[in-house]
């Protein structure tokens, strides 16, 4: 089989991906991406074949104020995901569906594989079946369905429980459709027209779930608020991390089981400034002598961290995830999905804090679910940091809810199951749905 793989050139959106690949390949598929030219090396690693999106969707999220300047003078908010969806995932979609199309061409791949908000396929989506290869889409954030309470996705806002939540929501809904979803889907309509494309008839993010062969959710039902879903969804767990992305640390000896390891990121994004989580974490957790404080950059320099290194911290760009996450303790994070479910598929608990992008809606799940605390804060006061780490280190409820999501990981063969709905997908047989997400 012939696979194609189409990712948003972000590195959010291309790990998981890179591991689906990985799974592909070993099974004897032919795997080519599809992405941003920053990311190309990475590919390549893995053994997949390499393709660069074309100029107006070859950008590098690295800059991304520099891409769209508005976001450097927006706080977060409904105008700052309006301006960033819109620049970022709506405005490359042209470029990018002639980028799938030209591979379709040289390529005659059988399934295109894409993340969630790769949108240059839904001219495909929208198009003649007969016409295209299968499409799968995998769900690398947050899932993108209607709630059953009315609540708009991206703002954080847990499952309503009673009458005046969700007269509450419905009033935050209208605005959230008027300054977010009606631009967006105007915009990207507009596109697909030029395209001689019919029109969205739901939001932009929610239309890719209901359009694609099969959506392969990276997650469990326990990590997604409960709702009617539609039949393209499938829970497939967490894809394997690829070993060895990067080398173990020279201090390495350290993590010698003497002390309580706080392992802390900002992912590969939202971590242009330190001074948000990295630093007060840091700060907060200096004087605590039976805790190590273990902090990854993302790939940005060492010394980008601002303000002196504790004595009990070590830092370093990358990390081998398959290595430390069996020795932490605590992870403190942003909110990034793909690390998130890396830590809650090892039984770890979580201190979040992070608003931008999909991060409020992600931290929301971890408190709703009882893996972890969220913050609700783009910028935490260290006492306060300080205080959520002991919580989750020393009340075991915690720790016993993040095992049991591991143990929900355990369960799924992710491989196996991915490679068997990607099957059923390109020979047009039906995986068996999963309609409805699992109380947690």
């Known amino acids: 089989m012939k696979v194609l793989i189409a990712s948003t050139p972000a590195t959010g959106h291309l790990n998981p991906l890179l591991a689906v690949a990985r799974g592909l390949i070993d099974e004897g598929h032919e795997v080519t991406f599809l992405t941003g030219s920053v990311l190309r090396s990475r590919v390549e690693a893995i053994g997949a074949g390499f393709r660069t999106l074309p100029a107006g969707a070859d950008i590098d999220v690295r800059n991304i104020d520099e891409l769209i300047p508005e976001l450097k003078t927006l706080e977060p908010g409904l105008q700052w995901l309006r301006v960033a969806i819109g620049g970022f995932f709506v405005d490359t979609l042209p470029a990018q569906f002639a980028g799938v199309e030209q591979a379709l061409r040289d390529f005659e791949p059988d399934v295109v594989v894409g993340d969630d908000m790769f949108f240059g396929v839904l001219p495909m989506l929208l198009g003649p079946r007969a016409n295209r290869p299968a499409v799968v889409l995998c769900g690398t954030s947050i899932l993108h369905c209607p709630r059953d309470d009315g609540a708009p996705i991206f703002l954080g806002l847990p499952p309503a429980t009673t009458r005046a939540?969700?007269?509450?929501?419905?009033?935050?809904?209208?605005?959230?459709?008027?300054?977010?979803?009606?631009?967006?889907?105007?915009?990207?309509?507009?596109?697909?027209?030029?395209?001689?494309?019919?029109?969205?008839?739901?939001?932009?993010?929610?239309?890719?779930?209901?359009?694609?062969?099969?959506?392969?959710?990276?997650?469990?039902?326990?990590?997604?608020?409960?709702?009617?879903?539609?039949?393209?969804?499938?829970?497939?767990?967490?894809?394997?991390?690829?070993?060895?992305?990067?080398?173990?640390?020279?201090?390495?000896?350290?993590?010698?089981?003497?002390?309580?390891?706080?392992?802390?990121?900002?992912?590969?994004?939202?971590?242009?400034?330190?001074?948000?989580?990295?630093?007060?974490?840091?700060?907060?957790?200096?004087?605590?002598?039976?805790?190590?404080?273990?902090?990854?950059?993302?790939?940005?320099?060492?010394?980008?961290?601002?303000?002196?290194?504790?004595?009990?911290?070590?830092?370093?760009?990358?990390?081998?995830?398959?290595?430390?996450?069996?020795?932490t303790d605590v992870f403190v994070t942003n909110g990034g999905y793909g690390s998130v479910n890396q830590a809650m598929s090892f039984g770890i608990p979580i201190v979040s804090a992070g608003l931008t992008e999909d991060k409020a809606d992600v931290n929301a799940r971890i408190a709703w679910s009882g893996v972890g605390i969220n913050l609700a804060t783009n910028q935490p006061d260290p006492q306060v940091l300080r205080e959520a780490v002991r919580t989750v280190l020393e009340k075991p409820g915690y720790r016993t809810r993040a095992a049991s999501m591991a143990d929900e990981f355990a369960k799924r063969d992710t491989p196996s199951l991915i490679v068997r709905i990607i099957n059923e997908a390109v020979t047009g047989k039906k995986a068996p749905a999963r309609r409805k997400a699992a109380a947690a």
């Not at 977010?180 to 008839?201: D, H, I, Q, W, Y």
């Not at 392969?216 to 497939?236: A, D, I, N």
């Not at 971590?271 to 990854?296: K, Q």
């Open 165 to 327: 939540d969700r007269d509450k929501y419905a009033v935050i809904a209208e605005e959230f459709d008027n300054v977010v979803n009606a631009p967006l889907t105007r915009r990207t309509n507009e596109f697909l027209a030029e395209m001689g494309c019919p029109p969205l008839s739901a939001a932009l993010y929610e239309s890719v779930v209901a359009l694609a062969d099969a959506y392969l959710q990276l997650s469990v039902p326990s990590f997604e608020f409960p709702r009617k879903l539609p039949p393209t969804v499938h829970f497939v767990g967490r894809p394997p991390i690829i070993a060895n992305q990067a080398p173990v640390p020279p201090w390495a000896a350290d993590l010698d089981g003497k002390r309580k390891v706080v392992l802390v990121t900002q992912g590969t994004v939202a971590n242009g400034d330190f001074s948000l989580l990295v630093a007060p974490t840091l700060a907060a957790l200096a004087d605590e002598p039976d805790l190590l404080v273990v902090v990854t950059t993302g790939g940005r320099p060492v010394d980008a961290i601002p303000g002196p290194i504790p004595s009990n911290a070590r830092v370093s760009t990358y990390l081998p995830f398959e290595w430390i996450l069996k020795k």
